[in-house]
């Protein structure tokens, strides 16, 4: 197997050895918590399906950290999605599955696999055609055939591991670049207001589950919109839940009483002054 030398060129900034030491004492402090007979209790108990909430959530503090773009936020929640991968494997471990060194060779063996055009003699002079390639090798890896022009099952897979949202989007784009695509804005506002309408009787008249799916067509059309105008809707809702929450906040700091005690009318009144104040440039 081919190895993987850093660059001369790109000496990493600290010294091998030192990374190297630095995960070793996080894989023993690990293994010391969850030592059977003087581990920590809490992490004794873990299994690979109640570590699935902190895995989602650390990744999502490691995205939000990189939009702030607070560099020593961002390696500290770095550090915390890292401890879950670690932990996961020694979990594993423990169940005698797996163990770090087998997660740490596959992916570094994977990715030498999959990128022929440099540890190889497979050419890959853009993004695309390495794109290609990598899909090539992974149905042949999985030894199913490679068949491009079919869809379906990356879009399977993207409703499978993406939150909605994002998954949404990657199926919404990926759907157009096949053909699949009004001809003109005017066709996916026009399906908008049909979405809108079907919703809006579901609501009056049908059960719960045909709301529930009229809601989720109304919402990948919004999808649809999005991406016409080049939005991003996983990014516009996050920002409006922040923007939400800094008024909320706002709101909370002015009330002179339980905001359940205000009437509407006034609550509406001090949610535009939060919103007035936020909006002025700090002066």
């Known amino acids: 197997m081919v190895s993987a030398p850093l660059s001369p060129e ?6 091998r050895a030192e990374i190297l ?8 402090v690990i293994a010391q918590l969850r030592h059977p ?10 299994t690979p399906t109640s570590l699935i909430p902190y895995v989602i959530e650390e990744a999502y503090e490691v995205v939000d950290a990189i939009q702030v773009g607070e560099k020593a936020a961002i390696a500290e929640e770095l550090g915390d999605l890292l401890l879950q991968v670690v932990l996961q494997a020694q979990v ?31 050419t890959g002079a853009t993004p695309e055609e390495v794109s290609q390639n990598w899909e090539r090798i992974k149905a042949e890896e999985k ?13 399977a897979k993207y409703s499978r591991t993406l939150p909605p949202l994002m998954a949404a989007s990657k199926i919404s784009a990926k759907a ?18 049909e979405e809108l309408d079907e919703f809006r009787t579901a609501l009056a ?19 649809n919109l999005a991406r016409w105008y080049d939005l991003d809707p996983s ?49």
């Open 92 to 122: 594993a471990s423990d169940a005698g599955d797996f163990d770090l060194a087998t997660v740490a060779t596959g992916i570094a063996d994977k990715l030498i696999r999959r990128h022929p055009h440099i540890f190889g003699d497979a």
């Open 21 to 28: 030491a630095a995960l070793e004492r996080l894989v023993d």
């Open 143 to 155: 030894g199913i055939p490679h068949e491009p022009h079919k869809l379906s099952p990356k879009l």
């Open 235 to 283: 990014e516009a809702l996050q920002s409006t839940n922040r923007r939400f929450i800094q008024r909320f906040e706002l709101v909370e700091g002015v009330a002179e009483k339980p905001l359940g005690e205000y009437e509407i009318e006034a609550l509406e009144a001090l949610w535009q002054r939060a919103k007035a104040r936020l909006a002025r440039p700090e002066g």
């Open 205 to 223: 008249h049908e059960p719960k589950a045909n709301q529930q799916a009229e809601l989720g067509d109304l919402l990948f059309t919004l999808v």
């Open 37 to 46: 007979e003087t581990g920590c209790p809490w992490d004794l108990a873990q």
């Open 176 to 193: 157009a670049k096949a053909g699949f695509e009004w001809p003109d804005i005017d066709g996916v506002w026009g399906k908008f207001h």
């Open 10 to 15: 790109m000496p990493p900034s600290t010294p």
